[in-house]
């Protein structure tokens, strides 16, 4: 069943792909029983409309035939150019409406940290708020990357790590224990990274976190911790990710190699490329380095190497958001609140319809 977006708030980008059914802000017609959901999406804004995109698809193909709300937010203090906050305008709702609102689940995007500290990133009180909200507010709550980052250290004081070069590409993971979110997934996990930092699993244990896949390369991917009413979910990899998202960062920090606003080249992603397509990446590196110049950039062989990109973590992906969106719906059942607003709902229906009031 399509995801169903609240207000008439549809992106241009989902509507011409899936054609949406748009409801009202207040939901009045949404299905029945369905899952509310809420994406803060924090993304930069080169990033802003494929990460939506990415994670509409990933909820739609997730849900089956359970029928999904959604509704957009974005964290104030993220600087945005004319276009991005056109972007927000027309289809994104605002805090003050969030604070008024239960959702049966949210899911939080990290964004690109300007800081060393995330303590002095511009939304760091805003994202606070959101955080201490989600655990009484919520069933569950799914934290992508830095926002994985700011929680844990928000609610437990666990710091990040710089890492020596950046975490990126995709890496085989195994499962560490038994949870419901990992039910049914295949013994060989696959998940997307791209981070400077990372939190670690013997830290995580020791503030009372349950880490459920690690890879030997990567480290933690996912893991969890009930927060009051809230089942907290963390990622420190990228599920959501589309099969050209990689390719896309790796050349966007290529161009700022040749903007001269890094050092170094950047590593190519791990486990990502094939043979032929690494050949040619290699020798467009070497002309890179030997000719620096940002029109050089105008030359990278995406052509050359899209054929060969395939996202091999897909299917990992859709069966953990599938599981947790099954969690979510477990939950709402045996919840006494939700269940007897679904009953209020169901009788102001039956009234509606009969028109017998």
């Not at 050349?251 to 190519?268: A, G, H, N, V």
Request: net charge negative; glycine share 6%; charged share 25%.
């Amino acid at each position: 069943m399509p995801l169903i977006i609240e207000g008439g708030r549809v992106p241009s980008r989902w509507a011409e792909k899936q054609n949406p059914r748009p409801v009202p802000s207040n939901g009045s017609h949404a299905p029945r029983n369905c899952l509310s959901l809420a994406l803060i999406n924090n993304m930069p804004d080169p990033a802003l409309e494929d990460t939506e995109l990415q994670f509409f698809e990933l909820l739609d193909v997730a849900s089956g035939d359970v029928p999904v709300t959604i509704k957009l937010y974005s964290l104030t203090g993220i600087p945005r150019t004319d276009r991005g906050q056109h972007h927000l305008n027309s289809f994104y709702f605002g805090f003050e409406e969030l604070w008024n609102n239960r959702f049966d689940g949210i899911v939080v995007t990290g964004t690109e940290p300007h800081h060393p500290s995330l303590r002095d990133e511009p939304y760091w009180s805003t994202l606070t708020q959101v955080l201490d909200w989600a655990e009484q507010n919520t069933l569950s709550t799914v934290l992508s990357c830095l926002a994985a980052h700011a929680s844990v250290l928000h609610s437990d004081g666990v710091n990040r790590h710089r890492l020596p070069d950046k975490q990126f590409g995709v890496f085989d993971s195994t499962k560490k224990c038994d949870h419901p979110l990992t039910s049914l997934i295949a013994d060989r996990i696959r998940f997307p990274h791209s981070r400077w930092n990372e939190v670690r699993a013997n830290e995580l244990a020791s503030s009372g976190y349950t880490v459920l896949t690690e890879s030997a390369q990567a480290g933690v991917d996912l893991f969890v911790k009930k927060k009051k009413q809230s089942l907290f979910v963390y990622f420190q990899g990228h599920p959501e990710y589309g099969a050209q998202t990689l390719m896309k960062e790796y050349r966007r920090d290529i161009k700022r190699f040749l903007r001269q606003e890094r050092e170094t080249y950047p590593t190519m992603p791990a486990g990502y490329f094939d043979e032929s397509a690494a050949q040619v990446l290699n020798e467009f590196r070497e002309t890179a380095i030997t000719d620096r110049r940002e029109d050089i950039a105008a030359s990278f062989p995406e052509t050359a190497v899209l054929d060969g990109l395939h996202d091999t973590w897909q299917s990992s992906a859709i069966c953990i958001y599938r599981n947790w969106l099954q969690y979510l719906e477990s939950r709402k059942a045996e919840t006494p609140m939700f269940a007897a607003m679904t009953r209020v709902a169901g009788a102001r229906s039956t009234l509606a319809d009969g028109d017998t009031a």
